[in-house]
């Protein structure tokens, strides 16, 4: 993909998620159980879908199944939702006053399409600029991590990010692009192998069409990993 189509495909998908909302969506009560409550109940749901599928939960290999599937969802797969585990985020002052832009690419990216339940994964690349303070290198993956362990749509996960990094850093210069294979397309439905899917959410001074080329001639974005 060439960096002008690029450059215009993130314009567009700017402007489609000027409506969009950075917010998860979660009850009111959705911390009221604690981590083993949610385990237990869940184990009880997948033992029931496997029951009707009409899988044989004796079975040495499938006995253990519905703990494993809980234990997956609440700790690793979807562990992302609750706020206790949001990384922290330190701040260091900018010393060397580096004021070019900060670039991490190739971030690798793991998570669960919200509509299937189904595997979303692929690269975050994420660019800010120095208000006078930097973060850490390891918390801008921690971050992407934080965030991606949920349920999902991509464009509100490109959202989070940047939100997030711009309340860390107390600046809008914040930019990410996420190319990432859904599941859900590769591997149902239409079974399209091939494809992935581009996001972007560019801030402050990655609105300017000459720093956002700068960002992504950076990233030399290629839609295959």
Do not use: W
Not at 78 to 107: C, Q, W
Not at 174 to 190: E, M
Not at 191 to 215: C, L, P
């Amino acid at each position: 993909m060439s960096k002008e189509n690029l450059l215009n495909i993130s314009e567009e998908i700017e402007s489609d998620h000027l409506s969009a909302s950075p917010f998860t969506p979660l009850r009111n009560d959705a911390f009221d159980l604690s981590d083993i409550e949610k385990i237990a109940s869940i184990k009880k749901d997948v033992r029931n879908i496997m029951q009707t599928l009409g899988l044989d939960l004796t079975d040495d290999s499938l006995k253990g199944t519905p703990n494993r599937v809980a234990k997956m969802f609440v700790q690793e797969l979807f562990s992302g939702l609750h706020p206790d585990r949001k990384p922290k985020a330190s701040t260091f002052e900018n010393k060397y006053k580096y004021n070019e832009m900060l670039v991490e690419k190739n971030i690798t990216l793991y998570s669960t399409c919200e509509h299937h339940l189904l595997p979303i994964v692929g690269k975050a690349h994420i660019a800010y600029i120095s208000n006078g303070t930097v973060v850490g290198l390891s918390k801008m993956n921690r971050i992407v991590d934080y965030y991606a362990k949920r349920p999902q749509v991509q464009e509100r996960l490109t959202m989070q990010i940047v939100k997030e990094l711009k309340e860390v850093l107390n600046t809008e210069d914040v930019a990410c692009v996420i190319d990432a294979k859904h599941l859900c397309v590769n591997s149902r439905g239409i079974r399209d192998i091939d494809s992935s899917t581009v996001t972007s959410e560019f801030g402050g001074a990655f609105k300017k069409h000459e720093t956002r080329a700068e960002f992504l001639d950076y990233i030399g974005l290629v839609t295959e990993f």
